[in-house]
């Protein structure tokens, strides 16, 4: 399998002597230096402006040579030279402590060094030194400011340190309200926290900035309008995406002959819900009829399962140390004929790549249940019950309709040992509830609604992924506030996949999030034979589960209003015997449904590409 070779450093080009001669003589101003390692960078010969760099520190001693060390750090940084990079940043601290572009990009480069306390520190300074008054006239210290909390808030983040990260975007949304990057992390981190209402104004933020700066991503659990989540997407597209060329990238690709060319294009082939659903499609490709490619940016995390999904592809291609052009150019020039998108506008994306059309037919597939509106992303996998002919003019990609389900799963996930509900604190007889989705799935609706189904069904409890501590406490109060026993609650730790899959035989009855359906969880809860209560509303993502027991043969768990969802789930919880009796059947029926018939599921895919592939040739 090709693998990315680690970027070389080149030898950096002889100086002009002349050039040369004026640094080393200890008078030359620093203007004229600037000017010649600026040309040095516009020719791209950035080891020579370095090394330009290099001689005027080490013959001249200028009040101005702080500006030449954050010069020099930068062009270090860049080529991640790092520590030679922190070096000159801190000498330019030393020579002027108030040069707080120097002390955000020493923080960028700790970061990269892996020291995040210590960046977090150097931006805080900044904060400190550069928080502007009402009154302050200087746009330069604000900027300042503002980089400085949105990294912290970033890293803070990444780091789950979710209650510092938001009070970070907080202060910054304070000081300048037009930053829709900011708002749209701001709600998103909002979501993880259960904290609602979920568009809480702060500073001069309106709540048409709040919903406008909703990313696509959120916008699937903020609302069940289509026509929202499209808004969504396009705005992400218009302002993050370059316009594409008049001529596709894979016009100057190689003629295209033989076997299907089929790549897929993930940054989640790892341990990851795409990953996890995706392993047995790969490996069921039929090598006659095509050539199967990974172009990946993935996580290298070392399970069993990113080895299972790596050998399962004839080629793979690591993306990571690449830019979005070289990798379009990569996949357009090894003749692709079908690139099916595992991701769309989820974290992490690379959406660049598909714009350039790197292959004549891009597909959306399982990582964004919904439209992304990609340019050059033209067609999207699905199936009658996920996307009805009412949901198509909210997409920008047409549908490819598989007879029974648009999901394939995986039939080989290992199931760990049974366990028993003492050892998770669940009570011995008591009907449970369960929903392992994650947090930011759950909106007040909702959960209201659970908690209105715990009221009328005496002794039930509700069994809850415990995602982080800030959701935690929120879910708990408002129970309370409710006259719900916060004991009621239980809270499920994270675990292996293995266990994660045994626990799903101690609950009775999922019940499904919305508008934001589970997906790979619904798949796992169906195959472990736990029956699950969905609502089925206009969005392709509120409508995946109940795709799923269309094609295990459970339709009757299927609802279209609140008021409905609530009243089923307490009819199940006052008759345990109906539970049992839909266990049954999955247990009996539902390894055996279309839901769970992986190669014919694989060879639809296959039947659906093919002609377009071919129609390209």
Sequence with gaps: MPVSAPAQRPPAPAADPAVLA???SGDCPIAELLEHAQACQQQGQDEQAIALYAEWLAHTDSPFRHIALFNQGTLLGAHQRDEAAEAAYREALSRQPAFAQARL???HCLERRGDADAALAEWQRVVDETRPLPEDPRPEQRELCLHALNNQARLNEQLRRFDVAEGCMAASLSIQAAQFDVIQHYVHIRQKRCEWPL???????????????????????VSDDPALQLMAAQRFVHEKLPKPGPV????????????????????????????????????????????????????????????????AFEHVYRLGSLDDVTAARL?????????????????????????????????SYLGFPGTCAIPGVDWILADRFVMPEALRPFHTEQPLYLPACYQVSDRQRPVGARPTREQYGL???????????????????????????????????????????WSRANLLARAQGHGIDPARLIFAPRVAPPDYLARFQLADLMLDTFPYNAGTTASDALWMGLPILTRAGRS????????????????????????????????????????????RYLEAEGRQSPLFDVPAIVRAIEDTLAPLALATR
């Design 105 to 107: 990009n020493l923080g």
């Design 427 to 469: 009570p011995a007889n008591a009907f449970v509830y369960c929903s392992f989705n994650n947090n930011f799935k759950f909106t007040d609706e909702v959960f209201d609604g659970w908690l209105r189904i715990l009221n009328q069904v005496p002794g039930s409890v509700l069994w809850l992924l415990a995602d982080n501590e």
């Design 199 to 221: 568009y809480q104004p702060v500073g001069a933020v309106t709540l048409n900035q709040l919903l406008v700066g909703t990313s696509a991503l959120a916008m699937l659990s």
């Design 331 to 363: 996949i357009a020039g090894l003749g692709i004929d079908v690139l099916v998108d595992l991701q769309g506008l989820t974290s992490g994306a690379r959406p660049t790549i598909l714009s350039l059309r790197p292959a004549p037919v891009q597909v």
């Design 22 to 24: 004026r640094l080393r």
């Design 248 to 311: 596709p990238l894979h016009a100057s690709g190689p003629r295209r002959e033989g076997r299907i060319r089929i790549g897929y294009l993930s940054g989640d082939l790892a341990m990851h819900a795409v990953g996890l659903l995706t392993a047995e499609l790969f490996e069921l490709h039929d090598r006659s009829r095509f050539e199967t490619f990974a172009f990946c940016w993935s996580r290298e995390d070392g399970s069993p399962l990113r080895a299972r999904l790596l050998q």
């Design 540 to 583: 392709y993502i509120s409508r995946m589960a109940g795709s799923l027991l269309t094609a295990v043969g459970l339709p009757d768990l299927i609802t279209e209003t609140q008021a409905d969802y609530e009243r089923l789930a307490v009819q199940i919880g006052r008759t345990p015997a109906r539970a049992a009796s839909y266990r």
